[in-house]
């Protein structure tokens, strides 16, 4: 069983930053990707920014140049460095680990989410 343990949501002025921090830990053999998610109220869930074990990135074009993710493949831990926040990034935000678990199943693992509240 693979457990993800989020951190670093709360409430943030609009301009400001955060860091979220997603630490991966049980039964894993290797993780390919790990990426945020994000899901504001009445809306869909949504890719925020991906990172690949090799470091390859991917945003959302609505957070291309704010937003900034990496990882320590040491520590099975992704973070997600969020500047210049808007009302508009408002969501709860979630982790999500994809790879191979040690049971040499796939492995396709969300975390519990970390609410991001920017207002003033």
């Known amino acids: 069983q693979v457990q993800l343990v989020e951190s670093g949501g709360g409430l943030v002025q609009p301009g400001g930053s955060l860091r979220l921090s997603c630490a991966a830990s049980?039964?894993?053999?290797?993780?390919?990707?790990m990426g945020w998610y994000r899901q504001a109220p009445g809306k869909q869930r949504e890719l925020v920014a991906a990172?690949?074990?090799?470091?390859?990135?991917n945003y959302a074009d609505s957070v291309k140049g704010r937003f900034t993710i990496s990882r320590d493949n040491a520590k099975n831990t992704a973070y997600l460095q969020m500047n210049s926040l808007k009302p508009e990034d408002t969501a709860v935000y979630y982790c999500n680990v994809r790879g191979v678990a040690g049971t040499r199943n796939s492995l396709d693992a969300w975390g519990q989410g970390t609410l991001v509240t920017v207002s003033s």
């Open positions: 049980g039964s894993i053999f290797s993780i390919y990707t």
């Open positions: 990172i690949t074990s090799g470091g390859s990135t």
